[in-house]
């Protein structure tokens, strides 16, 4: 088999080549592939060295699957060159996710939405995610009547230019900016782009995304999205009105017995999901639940994950794994 990653050299890029090597693929032909001023770079993979090479090469390999996480621009200039030669891609960008014809996917979720002659399969954001796998078996049981959304985001999202900021900062270093303030010992409530309505791009996605992902466009949502200066994941106050009332044990038994979700909702003992505790794993940690008594039908939940793996990489990967057995 041949796979390409597109944007091996980044954040994702360089975790996305990670999860291959875990997940059993290190004996396939894999071809890094990144923008022109990294063509020629050698990165290591498993055993041996990979030198990056052009996105145009990479398309001109014939390979089987193309997982990328290069960014919109590139994402929609090769995604269509890659797909003309048969090749899948599954693709990390923004720039496909609201495409009709393309689906927007989770495994654990909606694998079934990807038909045999789709090419360009969609990863999600990694908040919607994270967030979208804890509130599945919870709304095919009760139905989600709105969400209330705040997230407290790892400036790992942003790349490698905001983790440097933040190490450069702790040091009381100068450097170059990827956000407008100061992120360490500070808290931004910024992410992304503001559009017109005074959401940004990153609370819209959270809004957008999720609809298309539990196919229901009556949930009504509103998000808020924060940066905070840590780098283990993404960790999200979620508060869910559903439709029908709810059981709080048959909560817990939903989540604890989902794929891919682990419950960790012990405060007595002060067990709850938290940064450090996600970082590294692609599990989605999910906890601190109890009924919103201000409200009829409502939950509180504090959902977290490791936003590189989970919310990206992990993510891709196993729709590629997916793909190849159902194909098989």
């Not at 944007?7 to 396939?28: D, I, R, Y």
């Not at 996917?105 to 909606?110: A, F, G, S």
């Not at 709810?246 to 012990?266: A, H, K, Q």
């Not at 201000?294 to 891709?316: C, Y």
Request: proline share 4%; net charge negative.
């Amino acid at each position: 088999m041949k796979i390409a990653v597109v944007g091996a050299t980044g954040l994702v890029g360089s975790v996305m080549l990670k999860v291959l090597e875990e997940k059993g693929f290190a004996n396939e032909e894999i071809i890094a592939a990144a923008s022109q001023k990294s063509v020629g770079k050698k990165i290591g993979f498993s055993s041996r060295e990979l030198t990056v090479v052009s996105v145009q090469q990479a398309v001109d390999s014939d390979c089987d699957y193309a997982i990328f996480s290069a960014g919109s621009k590139v994402s929609k200039q090769y995604a269509p060159e890659f797909a003309a030669k048969g090749t899948t891609v599954i693709d990390n960008s923004s720039c496909w996710r609201m495409d009709n014809n393309v689906p927007l996917v989770v495994p654990e979720i909606n694998i079934d939405a990807v038909k045999d002659s789709d090419r360009i399969i969609a990863n999600p954001n990694c908040s919607t995610i994270q967030m979208v796998l804890a509130l599945t078996p919870l709304h095919k049981r009760y139905g989600i009547k709105r969400l209330v959304i705040s997230t407290y985001q790892s400036v790992t999202g942003t790349g490698v230019k905001a983790v440097k900021q933040l190490d450069m900062e702790e040091q009381g270093l100068d450097c170059e900016r990827a956000y407008p303030y100061n992120i360490y010992r500070n808290v931004l409530p910024h992410g992304g782009d503001f559009l017109d309505n005074n959401y940004t791009t990153e609370e819209m996605k959270l809004v957008n995304e999720t609809r298309k992902i539990l196919s229901d466009d009556t949930i009504r949502i509103t998000a808020t999205v924060a940066r905070v200066p840590v780098t283990g994941g993404h960790s999200e106050s979620v508060n869910v009105e559903f439709i029908k009332p709810f059981d709080i044990n048959e909560v817990r038994m939903l989540l604890s017995t989902y794929p891919g979700i682990v419950l960790l909702d012990n405060p007595q003992n002060n067990e709850y999901p938290m940064p450090v505790i996600s970082e590294g794993k692609d599990e989605v940690f999910v906890g601190r639940l109890r009924r919103d008594e201000s409200i009829e039908n409502g939950l509180n939940m504090w959902i977290v994950s490791d936003n590189l793996r989970k919310g990206a990489a992990t993510n891709a990967v196993q729709i590629m794994e997916k793909l190849i057995s159902l194909r098989k």
